[in-house]
């Protein structure tokens, strides 16, 4: 109770102001969409703050989605808040106007980035759990940038006329750093690396569609979260 009052909430009423202001949900968005909306925290507060709404909560656990039935019901916005028990990698629905996520965990964020694409619609997540790769098959936009191709210097020996001669010869190693990158945003010893590390990946998932959004990479108050950001575009 006291992370939902102290952390939680106030990263619900950051999201919803800037739905609000920054024009991601409008008179005319009609269908959002939550991704891993879980317990429904923000689903149910986008159905109360935006009565023309309907939102739809995609999760796998069935225990979630009920008490998420319960809240909306608690709150008067049952009839425009739906819950759907479902993988989000075989989810589809034709119209959308929003995807959202609070805490998406993992590469969960990425395919909802890719769903909105698909979509063509607008997207505002709050990314967490770096190291989390749950979808098989899937490989983040973002990974592929950080992919090097190292050279390396090999010695190769032979033998002639009894002589030991050396060539030097340039091998080629295929590094991605990805990993890597996704450990330093998870750790809590150093603080500053794991803040541009995630700073990092972030603007990484924002440049891999910046030819077809106006993104923008926002970050709530320290005394809210010094950890998480959201991805708008």
């Not at 608690?74 to 034709?94: M, P, S, Y």
């Not at 119209?95 to 909802?112: E, F, K, N, P, R």
């Not at 020996?157 to 009894?162: R, S």
Request: aromatic letters at 6%; a negative charge; proline letters at 2%.
């Amino acid at each position: 109770v006291e992370y939902i009052n102290r952390k939680k909430e106030p990263q619900i009423q950051w999201m919803i102001r800037r739905m609000r202001e920054g024009g991601f949900v409008t008179t005319d968005t009609k269908n959002v969409v939550d991704v891993g909306g879980g317990r429904g925290d923000l689903a149910v507060r986008i159905a109360l703050e935006f009565p023309h709404t309907t939102v739809t909560i995609v999760d796998v656990n069935e225990r979630s989605l009920q008490a998420a039935k319960e809240y909306a019901e608690a709150i008067g916005v049952a009839c425009r808040v739906q819950t759907v028990l479902q993988d989000f990698t075989t989810f589809d629905e034709d119209d959308v106007d929003l995807v959202c996520g609070l805490h998406a965990c993992g590469d969960l964020s990425d395919l909802a980035i890719h769903f909105a694409q698909r979509k063509q619609c607008n997207f505002m997540l709050c990314p967490c759990c770096y190291t989390k790769r749950y979808i098989q098959g899937f490989t983040p936009k973002w990974c592929g940038l950080c992919c090097t191709d190292d050279q390396t210097n090999g010695e190769q020996q032979g033998d002639g006329d009894n002589d030991t001669r050396k060539q030097s010869e340039a091998k080629t190693k295929h590094r991605d750093n990805s990993k890597v990158i996704a450990k330093l945003a998870e750790t809590d010893f150093q603080l500053d690396i794991s803040s541009r590390a995630r700073c990092l990946i972030n603007s990484m998932r924002l440049d891999c569609i910046s030819e077809e959004y106006s993104t923008t990479l926002g970050m709530y108050s320290s005394e809210t979260s010094k950890r998480n950001l959201v991805l708008m575009g």
